[in-house]
C-alpha cells in the first residue's frame, strides 16, 4: 500500500487532522525565528560543515569514536546491519539477565525494532519519553520523530491512560502528565536496563550525548545497573566541542527553544567513587546503510540533525500525519531516507509523495537539499533493488583507495556543496540506467524537442480536450486530475498563433 | 539599421513562453509581451522553443529532461536576455540545467543559466522598472508566492512591488508561501493530497477577502481555478502578468 492509498483515510480523520494543525503552528514560529535570527545562515553553514567533515573519511571516523568509547571503558559492537544491532542487544540483554528495560528516546531503536525482539525473549520495554509511552501503550509507532505522539488529542490520550490508571482521567495534560510521571518512576527506579539512542557521539572524548525535554534520557543512563546505546554512525562528530554550534539549532528547529531542558552526557561507565551511571555500557555502532551512502548525493543525509523540522514543513505532512508514511522515518527526510536505508526494499513510493515545494530544503538547519535528493531518489529507484546511485568525486568506504586511517582532520566546508553533484543524464558514461526504463519520457522528449513535432502534439490535445465551457469536467487518462478539477482545454489559438498573428499585422 | 530609431537601441529580450502558458494560457504569454515592451524592451520570441524538461526531471527521467534541457540551450543560446513568466520553469534552467547537463553542454548551460530570469524578478532587479505605469484600482489583491520561484529563485518582493507600484492593495494570507498542491505529476499521483492543499489555499484566499488571487506559475493556477471551478470557495485566480497588463495606460 502507498502513501497515496492511505492518504484519502488519514485526511477524513478528524482527531488526526485537528492535531496536525500543532506542526504548521511550530514550523510558522521555528521558520519566524530562523528569519528573524540575523546570523542563521552562517550558523547554519557552521553546523553544516561540521556535520559533514566525518564524510571525507567514514571509516577512520569509526575508527577513532571505537577507541574513544573503549578507552574510557565501554564495550563496543560494530554491526552492519539493523538485524545485527537487534540481536546483539538481546544477546546482552541475555546475558545480563535483564528482566525489565527503561528507554530513552531514540529513532535508532525503531529503526531496528528492538522493543519486539525485547519483548521475544521476555523482557518488559517501557518507554520513557512521555510520547513515546503514549504511542508504546496505543500499540503504534511513533508518527513524528520529535514528537511522536503528536497525531493524538488530549483526549485519546485520557482514553488510552484510564484504563491502567483503573479510572476515568479527566482531559487535562497535567493531570494525565502526573498520571504517567508516577507510574513510569515506578518504572525507571526498577529497571536493570536502560536503552539509549544518540543525538551525537563525540570522537575525542568518547561521550555519548542525549537531548531530552523531560529527562528521560537522564533516567535511563543513571538509574539502571547496565545501559546499552544504540547509536548510528551518522551520530559521530568530531569534537565535543563542536556540538556548541549544533545543538542550539536542534532546539530551536525541533521545538523552537533556544536551549534543551535535559542535556545528558555519558562518558563511560561508573567510575569508582561515583554514585551514579550504569556499571556497564555498551555501545552499538549502527551501519544500516549508512556507509553505502558516502561518495553519492545521499550522503547529505548523514549530516542530519533528526530536528524533525522538515516534517513540520511540509505541506504533504501536515495534512497526512506520519503514519501515512508506513515508515520509521516519515515525512521530507523519511522520504529520502526510508528506500536508501532499507536497501531500496520499503518506502519506494515515498520519494514521489511530494510537490516538491522545498520548504524542507529551506528550513533544514543543516543545509540539506531534502527536496533535490527526492528528484534524484524518483530517478534512482527506476531500477529495482537497493538504490545504487551513480558514485561520484569520493571514494566510498572500503573499497580501494587510500587507506582510512587517523590521518589528518581535514577543515570543515572544503567539500563542494551536495547540489554540485552531477546527475547522470546527458551524460551517457554517468547514466546507470538502461535506455528502456524511461520509455515514455524518452519518446516524449524526442518529440518535444522537435518544434513541429510539439506543435502537432498540442493541435491533437486541443482535438481531445475541446469544451465548450473551455474547461474539461472528465478527461479519461488525465490521471487523477478531473477526480477532484476541472481541467482547462488548450487554448485554440495558442500562444504561437497569437504571436506570429499579430508579427503579421505590423 | 538606423541609429537614430530609438527601438533600434532598444534592449532585446527573448520570452521563453513555456508549454503550459503557449497552450492552455495563451493571453498571459501577450500580456508579458505588453508588459516587457511597456519596461521598455523589444520581445523576441525563439519559434523553435518548446518546453523546460521539468515534467521528466521531476519523474524519475533525467535522460528525457537533458533532451529537453539540450533543446532549450541550443534555442536561446544566441540571446542576450531571455525571460519567463514562470518561477517554476526558471527555476528548471538556473538550477537544474547545470546538474543535469555535463561536459561543454554544461558550460553553455550554465551561460544561458545566468541570463534567464522571471517576469517578476527581470522587471523589478534586472531592468529596475517596478513602475511601469500601470494602474490597479479595483479591490484589494492576496499574492500565492509559487514555491519555486519563492526558494530556489528567491522571488516573493518582486511580485508585491510590482503591484504596489501600480497602487494596488494587498492583503496578504495567512501564509501566502504555504505550498498550493500542484507539484506537476504530484497532483495526478497523489490527488487527495493535491486536492486538500488546493482547499486550504482557497480558504487562506477566501479569508483575506481580496478580490482576487494573483500567481506567478500558470501551473499552480490551473490547478487552483480548476479545483475552484468544482468547490466553489475563494476568489478569482489571476496570473501577475495579466493583471497588471490589463492595468497598463
Ligand atoms: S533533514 Fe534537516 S530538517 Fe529534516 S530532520 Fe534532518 S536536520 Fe532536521
Given at each position: 500500500m502507498t502513501l497515496a492509498a492511505r492518504a484519502p483515510a488519514a485526511l477524513a480523520d478528524e482527531h488526526l487532522q485537528q492535531a496536525l494543525g500543532r506542526i504548521t503552528d511550530r514550523y510558522r514560529l521555528v521558520r519566524a525565528r530562523a528569519r528573524e535570527t540575523p546570523d542563521t545562515d552562517d550558523r547554519k553553514h557552521r553546523a553544516g560543515a561540521l556535520r559533514r567533515e566525518i564524510l571525507a573519511d567514514l571509516d577512520g571516523w569509526i575508527d577513532r569514536v571505537t577507541s574513544s568509547l573503549e578507552r574510557v571503558g565501554a564495550v563496543v559492537h560494530r554491526c552492519a546491519t539493523a538485524a545485527d544491532a537487534a540481536e546483539t542487544v538481546v544477546a546482552i540483554a541475555r546475558a545480563e539477565g535483564s528482566r525489565l528495560a527503561v528507554k530513552s528516546k531514540s529513532m535508532a531503536t525503531e529503526e531496528i525494532h528492538l522493543n519486539a525482539a525485547l519483548e521475544a525473549i521476555g523482557v518488559e520495554v517501557i518507554e520513557g519519553d512521555l510520547g513515546e509511552y503514549i504511542v508504546q501503550i496505543a500499540g503504534e509507532r511513533p508518527s513524528h520523530i520529535i514528537t511522536p505522539a503528536i497525531h493524538k488529542t488530549l483526549g485519546q490520550v485520557a482514553d488510552l491512560f484510564s484504563p491502567l490508571a483503573g479510572h476515568t482521567l479527566p482531559v487535562e495534560r497535567e493531570a494525565l502528565c502526573a498520571f504517567a510521571r508516577d507510574h513510569l518512576r515506578t518504572k525507571f527506579l526498577n529497571a536493570d536496563l536502560g536503552i539509549t539512542g544518540a543525538n551525537f557521539v563525540a570522537a575525542d572524548t568518547g561521550t555519548i550525548v542525549l537531548v531530552t525535554n523531560e529527562g528521560n534520557g537522564r533516567m535511563a543512563t543513571t538509574v539502571p545497573r547496565v545501559q546499552v546505546s544504540v547509536v548510528p554512525i551518522d551520530k559521530i562528530v568530531p569534537r565535543l566541542a563542536d556540538l556548541g554550534a549544533i545543538l542550539p539549532l536542534l532546539t530551536e528547529h525541533a521545538t523552537n527553544q533556544s536551549i534543551t531542558a535535559y542535556l545528558s552526557m555519558t562518558t563511560g561507565p561508573r567510575r569508582a567513587g561515583e554514585i551514579d551511571g550504569p556499571e556497564v555500557l555498551h555501545v552499538v555502532l549502527l551501519d544500516g546503510h549508512r556507509r553505502d551512502l558516502v561518495g553519492t548525493p545521499y550522503e547529505e543525509m548523514l549530516a542530519c540533525i533528526r530536528c524533525g523540522a522538515c516534517l513540520n514543513a511540509c505541506p504533504v505532512y501536515a495534512k497526512v500525519g506520519g503514519h501515512a508514511y508506513d515508515s520509521v522515518y516519515p515525512g521530507p527526510m523519511g522520504s529520502v531516507l526510508t528506500p536508501l536505508l532499507s536497501g531500496g526494499t520499503e518506502g519506494r513510493d515515498l520519494p514521489f509523495a511530494s510537490s516538491l515545494c522545498g520548504a524542507c530544503t529551506e528550513i533544514c538547519p543543516v543545509g540539506i537539499p531534502l527536496a533535490d535528493l527526492l528528484v534524484r531518489l524518483r530517478a534512482?529507484?527506476?531500477?529495482?533493488?537497493?538504490?545504487?546511485?551513480?558514485?561520484?568525486?569520493?571514494?566510498?568506504?572500503?573499497?580501494?583507495?587510500?587507506?582510512?586511517?587517523?590521518?589528518?582532520?581535514?577543515?570543515?566546508?572544503?567539500?563542494?556543496?551536495?547540489?554540485?553533484?552531477?546527475?547522470?543524464?546527458?551524460?551517457?558514461?554517468?547514466?546507470?540506467?538502461?535506455?528502456?526504463?524511461?520509455l515514455g519520457w524518452s519518446i516524449w522528449a524526442r518529440v518535444w524537442s522537435r518544434p513541429r513535432l510539439y506543435r502537432a502534439t498540442l493541435a491533437l490535445g486541443r482535438l481531445v480536450t475541446r469544451r465548450r465551457s473551455g474547461w474539461c469536467r472528465r478527461l479519461p487518462g488525465s490521471g487523477g486530475w478531473t477526480a477532484t478539477r476541472d481541467l482547462p482545454s488548450l487554448a485554440q489559438p495558442g500562444f504561437r498563433r497569437l504571436w506570429t498573428d499579430r508579427e503579421h499585422r505590423r | 539599421m538606423d541609429l537614430n530609431d530609438p527601438a533600434a537601441v532598444r534592449p532585446q529580450v527573448a520570452l521563453f513562453v513555456t508549454c503550459t502558458v503557449d497552450s492552455v494560457a495563451p493571453k498571459v504569454g501577450t500580456?508579458?509581451?505588453?508588459?516587457?515592451?511597456?519596461?521598455?524592451?523589444?520581445?523576441?520570441?525563439?519559434?523553435?522553443?518548446?518546453?523546460?524538461?521539468?515534467?521528466?526531471a521531476n519523474s524519475g527521467a533525467p535522460e528525457a529532461a537533458?533532451?529537453?534541457?539540450?533543446?532549450?540551450?541550443?534555442?536561446?543560446?544566441?540571446?542576450?536576455?531571455?525571460?519567463?513568466?514562470?518561477?517554476?520553469?526558471?527555476?528548471?534552467?538556473?538550477?537544474?540545467?547545470?546538474?543535469?547537463?555535463?561536459?561543454?553542454?554544461?558550460?553553455?548551460?550554465?551561460?544561458?543559466?545566468?541570463?534567464?530570469?522571471?517576469?517578476?524578478?527581470?522587471?523589478?532587479?534586472?531592468?529596475?522598472?517596478?513602475?511601469?505605469?500601470?494602474?490597479?484600482?479595483?479591490?484589494?489583491?492576496?499574492?500565492?508566492?509559487?514555491?519555486?520561484?519563492?526558494?530556489?529563485?528567491?522571488?516573493?518582493?518582486?511580485?508585491?512591488?510590482l503591484l504596489g507600484a501600480a497602487g494596488a492593495k494587498i492583503v496578504e494570507?495567512?501564509?501566502?508561501?504555504?505550498?498550493?498542491?500542484?507539484?506537476?505529476?504530484?497532483?495526478?499521483?497523489?490527488?487527495?493530497?493535491?486536492?486538500?492543499?488546493?482547499?486550504?489555499?482557497?480558504?487562506?484566499?477566501?479569508?483575506?477577502?481580496?478580490?482576487?488571487?494573483?500567481?506567478?506559475?500558470?501551473?499552480?493556477?490551473?490547478?487552483?481555478?480548476?479545483?475552484?471551478?468544482?468547490?466553489?470557495?475563494?476568489?478569482?485566480?489571476?496570473?501577475?502578468?495579466?493583471?497588471?497588463?490589463?492595468?497598463?495606460?
Open positions: 534512482d529507484l527506476r531500477t529495482p533493488g537497493p538504490v545504487v546511485p551513480a558514485r561520484v568525486g569520493r571514494t566510498p568506504p572500503g573499497r580501494a583507495g587510500p587507506q582510512a586511517g587517523p590521518g589528518p582532520v581535514s577543515s570543515p566546508g572544503t567539500r563542494p556543496p551536495a547540489a554540485g553533484f552531477p546527475w547522470p543524464g546527458a551524460d551517457a558514461a554517468l547514466s546507470r540506467q538502461p535506455w528502456y526504463r524511461s | 500580456a508579458t509581451v505588453r508588459l516587457l515592451e511597456a519596461a521598455g524592451v523589444e520581445v523576441v520570441v525563439p519559434a523553435a522553443q518548446t518546453c523546460c524538461g521539468q515534467p521528466a537533458a533532451v529537453l534541457a539540450r533543446h532549450f540551450v541550443e534555442v536561446f543560446e544566441p540571446y542576450e536576455t531571455i525571460v519567463s513568466p514562470s518561477g517554476s520553469c526558471v527555476a528548471m534552467v538556473r538550477h537544474w540545467y547545470p546538474r543535469l547537463l555535463s561536459g561543454s553542454w554544461r558550460t553553455r548551460a550554465e551561460a544561458v543559466a545566468e541570463r534567464t530570469h522571471e517576469l517578476t524578478a527581470y522587471l523589478v532587479d534586472v531592468a529596475g522598472r517596478a513602475d511601469l505605469g500601470a494602474v490597479i484600482d479595483g479591490g484589494p489583491l492576496t499574492v500565492h508566492d509559487s514555491c519555486h520561484g519563492l526558494r530556489v529563485l528567491g522571488l516573493g518582493h518582486a511580485a508585491r512591488e494570507m495567512d501564509d501566502p508561501e504555504a505550498c498550493c498542491g500542484f507539484g506537476g505529476t504530484f497532483a495526478l499521483k497523489h490527488t487527495a493530497v493535491s486536492t486538500a492543499m488546493a482547499d486550504a489555499k482557497l480558504r487562506d484566499s477566501a479569508a483575506t477577502g481580496a478580490a482576487c488571487m494573483v500567481g506567478g506559475d500558470a501551473g499552480c493556477l490551473v490547478h487552483l481555478e480548476g479545483r475552484q471551478r468544482r468547490c466553489g470557495i475563494g476568489p478569482a485566480v489571476r496570473h501577475i502578468a495579466e493583471v497588471l497588463a490589463e492595468a497598463l495606460p
